[in-house]
């Protein structure tokens, strides 16, 4: 038995309907996929200031760990980024409302994890030193000690030539429980936790605070590649008294 001309349209038109079902569950079920994997897996952020160079650059894209730290925690030399715990950022300047389309747009892409518009409050810095840790800055040959051990950052520095000290500003904190001692690589161009003593916070990040590790530079693709924690550096730190 063959259809009549007039059914034919209307299969159509429902085989069409059924596809633009099918295609709209795919996108919504791949939407939720990528938020889950933006919220608790692996998050992408993108490099504002020139605070971590020579190891990552103005408008490098890095996709940091949010999961492994949940159990691992986090060690000296690892690259965090994490939001503002106060005083941290300058207040951000009004911008004008975008166009409702605009405003959707942007708020799917960074809903799936695609755009990264909460790069603006957050930062990223190096871990020195974490709970317990003794940090001074600097001994007679200009290295930061960690629990009266001295740790040799020039292999990732970016110094002016020269210039071998590791910080020209002093400082010797004890790091209180539950935070981080944070520095940027480009100690000179970096407004880190050494230039937030004076905050009730006393310049450190609580823990909770950190997003997760940096861990794949991914643009430009010249710059693709594992960031570097250069871990090996703080291997004859000893544990803090």
């Not at 569950?25 to 490099?47: D, G, N, Q």
């Not at 051990?149 to 002093?170: F, H, K, Q, V, W």
């Not at 960031?227 to 090996?232: A, N, P, R, S």
Request: with cysteine.
């Amino acid at each position: 038995m063959t259809d009549s001309p007039s059914a034919r349209p209307t299969r159509r038109r429902r085989g069409f309907l059924v596809f633009l079902r099918d295609v709209l569950v795919i996108v919504v079920i791949a939407a939720l996929v990528s938020f889950v994997i933006k919220t608790f897996v692996v998050r992408s952020f993108y490099i504002p200031s020139a605070s971590m160079e020579r190891t990552l650059l103005i408008d490098d894209r890095i996709l940091v760990d949010e999961l492994t730290p949940r159990w691992t925690g986090y060690e000296r030399g690892d690259i965090v980024v994490f939001k503002d715990p106060g005083g941290w950022l300058d207040p951000m300047p009004q911008t004008p409302a975008q166009p409702p389309l605009v405003q959707a747009v942007d708020w799917v892409l960074t809903f799936v994890g695609i755009s990264a518009t909460d790069t603006q409050d957050h930062l990223v810095k190096r871990v020195i030193g974490v709970e317990g840790d003794h940090v001074v800055c600097c001994n007679a040959l200009g290295q930061i000690t960690i629990n009266g051990a001295p740790i040799d950052e020039l292999s990732y520095l970016n110094l002016p030539e020269g210039d071998t000290a590791a910080s020209n500003e002093p400082f010797d904190v004890v790091v209180p429980e539950d935070s981080v001692w944070l520095l940027g690589d480009n100690r000179d161009r970096s407004r880190d936790a050494r230039a937030h003593q004076e905050l009730p916070s006393g310049g450190f990040v609580p823990v909770s605070n950190i997003v997760g590790k940096a861990f794949l530079t991914t643009w430009p693709l010249d710059r693709f590649g594992p960031i570097d924690g250069h871990h090996e550096i703080f291997n004859g730190v000893p544990d803090p008294e």
